[in-house]
């Protein structure tokens, strides 16, 4: 089993940044891609970033694209996710999920792909 934890969120102004994390234990996820989803309130939630387990690997929704990076430290067992010229409509509660790819390369961008999820970390862009 997998735990995830994040952490990280909080408010900000539009145009600033924060700094995700995501730690990982239980066991090792090294052999995992590591995905974050969000999901605004009334909203299904939607892919936003993934990274292959080497890190070689990434995928990023088109409306984060240029703004937001994932990068993992696989030492820590931990993935972030810095958020960069935030708009309000990045305001969500964010969570990050670990899928086993068997050491592969793939960065997964659908929800059912995952096997671990967190209980998320909620992140408001004021205008």
């Known amino acids: 089993q997998v735990q995830l934890v994040e952490s990280g969120g909080g408010m900000v102004q539009a145009g600033g940044s924060l700094r995700l994390s995501c730690a990982a234990s239980?066991?090792?996820?090294?052999?995992?891609?590591m995905g974050w989803f969000r999901q605004a309130s009334g909203e299904e939630r939607e892919f936003v970033a993934a990274?292959?387990?080497?890190?070689?690997?990434?995928h990023y929704a088109d409306a984060v694209k240029g703004r937001f990076t994932i990068s993992r430290d696989n030492a820590k067992n931990t993935v972030y996710l810095q958020m960069n010229s935030l708009k309000p409509a990045d305001t969500a509660v964010y969570f990050c999920?670990?899928?086993?790819?068997?050491?592969?390369?793939?960065?997964?961008?659908?929800?059912?792909?995952?096997?671990?999820w967190g209980q998320g970390t909620q992140v408001t862009v004021s205008s």
């Open positions: 999920a670990a899928a086993n790819t068997g050491w592969g390369a793939a960065t997964p961008g659908g929800k059912d792909e995952y096997d671990y």
């Open positions: 239980g066991r090792s996820v090294s052999g995992y891609a």
């Open positions: 990274m292959s387990w080497s890190g070689g690997s990434t």
